[in-house]
């Protein structure tokens, strides 16, 4: 908020720096004509440079260039791994050994390489008019968290019995539901919901050429707002509704295969091949260790050690003598 305030005050509409649409109305001020104030999407980056010490704006860049790398390496590392992980290893009824535990971490290298190429791409080449710019695909990406991921998660460990095909429902049900709100839904960039009051309705074109109503000059001067109307479009964006609506309809959908299928007997509603369940290779579980370990102390006793002396370690033993 601080921030915010000083930034307002060197490119807010007071300031020398302010840029203003001309043409427009507002009935509600009684302006037939007048100048709609601008927002800069860049106001706070410009205070960076210009108008904070330099050592200030410096470091802040740096954190802002931080953060973003920060979270952009993240999701790229994580979407090598999960497709390595969790979709090729799945091929190994027809491709069988394409991924073991010995080459699982190149597989997952290599796989980074064309996502990152992908994500340059979609970041350099998208367009936008949403006051967020690109940041607005990271708002996105969340969103397709929460709407895929959250519900699957959670059912996994508080269900009895999770399905897996409930899982996998909830997920394209969330991620298309919120893929198509995001298109369906109008949004100006104004974070409003569309209200009947005249408080929230955008600035329109240009009604007319003559005086305000509250000018004291001829009448035929004057505006006349019943003939020459000012027409203002309402505030109209569900930024947020499409976010919750896509995770409550994750949620009905996982709930409600769980119980179809729980009310059968757990029998499945559907099957296909990659649905079956894998090992992953650990290496030795407990009881191999112990068995390795009784193996070890036998042969030591075999070869004239005691059990309560190390013999691969003849310093320790020594030690443990003297004492």
């Not at 193996?295 to 003297?322: F, Q, R």
């Given at each position: 908020?601080?921030?915010?305030?000083?930034?307002?005050?060197?490119?807010?509409?007071?300031?020398?720096?302010?840029?203003?649409?001309?043409?427009?109305?507002?009935?509600?001020?009684?302006?037939?004509?007048?100048?709609?104030?601008?927002?800069?999407?860049?106001?706070?980056?410009?205070?960076?440079?210009?108008?904070?010490?330099?050592?200030?704006?410096?470091?802040?860049?740096?954190?802002?260039?931080?953060?973003?790398?920060?979270?952009?390496?993240?999701?790229?590392?994580?979407?090598?791994?999960?497709?390595?992980?969790?979709?090729?290893?799945?091929?190994?009824?027809?491709?069988?050994?394409?991924?073991?535990?010995?080459?699982?971490?190149?597989?997952?290298?290599?796989?980074?390489?064309?996502?990152?190429?992908?994500?340059?791409?979609?970041?350099?080449?998208?367009?936008?008019?949403?006051s967020a710019g690109v940041g607005y695909l990271l708002i996105v990406a969340f969103d397709i968290v929460l709407a895929t991921v959250v519900v699957p998660l959670f059912g996994c460990f508080y269900t009895k019995n999770p399905s897996p095909r409930a899982a996998l429902v909830s997920m394209l049900a969330g991620g298309i539901t919120r893929v198509v709100l995001e298109f369906a839904l109008p949004k100006d960039g104004f974070l409003l919901l569309p209200y009947k009051?005249?408080?929230?309705?955008?600035?329109?074109?240009?009604?007319?050429?003559?005086?305000?109503?509250?000018?004291?000059?001829?009448?035929?001067?004057?505006?006349?707002?019943?003939?020459?109307?000012?027409?203002?479009?309402?505030?109209?964006?569900?930024?947020?509704?499409?976010?919750?609506?896509?995770?409550?309809?994750?949620?009905?959908?996982?709930?409600?295969?769980?119980?179809?299928?729980?009310?059968?007997?757990?029998?499945?509603?559907?099957?296909?091949?990659?649905?079956?369940?894998?090992?992953?290779?650990?290496?030795?579980?407990?009881?191999?260790?112990?068995?390795?370990?009784?193996?070890?102390?036998?042969?030591?006793?075999?070869?004239?050690?005691?059990?309560?002396?190390?013999?691969?370690?003849?310093?320790?033993?020594?030690?443990?003598?003297?004492?």
């Amino acid at each position: 908020a601080y921030l915010g305030a000083i930034t307002r005050k060197y490119y807010g509409p007071d300031s020398v720096h302010a840029e203003f649409e001309a043409d427009t109305c507002n009935a509600l001020l009684g302006l037939p004509t007048c100048g709609m104030w601008v927002p800069s999407g860049t106001a706070f980056i410009q205070l960076l440079t210009n108008q904070a010490p330099a050592w200030i704006g410096a470091w802040c860049l740096i954190g802002i260039v931080a953060a973003s790398m920060s979270t952009a390496d993240g999701a790229i590392l994580a979407m090598g791994t999960v497709f390595s992980h969790n979709m090729v290893r799945q091929l190994d009824e027809f491709f069988p050994d394409l991924i073991t535990s010995d080459n699982l971490l190149t597989a997952a290298r290599i796989t980074t390489i064309p996502f990152t190429i992908i994500a340059a791409c979609i970041g350099s080449f998208f367009k936008t008019e949403h006051s967020a710019g690109v940041g607005y695909l990271l708002i996105v990406a969340f969103d397709i968290v929460l709407a895929t991921v959250v519900v699957p998660l959670f059912g996994c460990f508080y269900t009895k019995n999770p399905s897996p095909r409930a899982a996998l429902v909830s997920m394209l049900a969330g991620g298309i539901t919120r893929v198509v709100l995001e298109f369906a839904l109008p949004k100006d960039g104004f974070l409003l919901l569309p209200y009947k009051a005249a408080e929230f309705l955008d600035y329109g074109s240009a009604a007319s050429v003559n005086y305000p109503v509250f000018f004291d000059v001829p009448e035929e001067e004057m505006w006349n707002p019943d003939v020459e109307q000012c027409e203002q479009p309402r505030f109209e964006d569900y930024t947020g509704v499409d976010s919750l609506a896509a995770f409550l309809v994750s949620i009905v959908v996982f709930i409600l295969v769980q119980s179809i299928e729980g009310c059968n007997g757990n029998k499945p509603l559907f099957t296909f091949k990659g649905m079956e369940g894998y090992v992953k290779d650990l290496g030795d579980d407990d009881e191999e260790k112990e068995e390795k370990d009784d193996d070890d102390v036998k042969e030591g006793e075999d070869e004239g050690y005691p059990p309560s002396l190390d013999k691969t370690n003849p310093l320790d033993n020594s030690s443990k003598t003297a004492h």
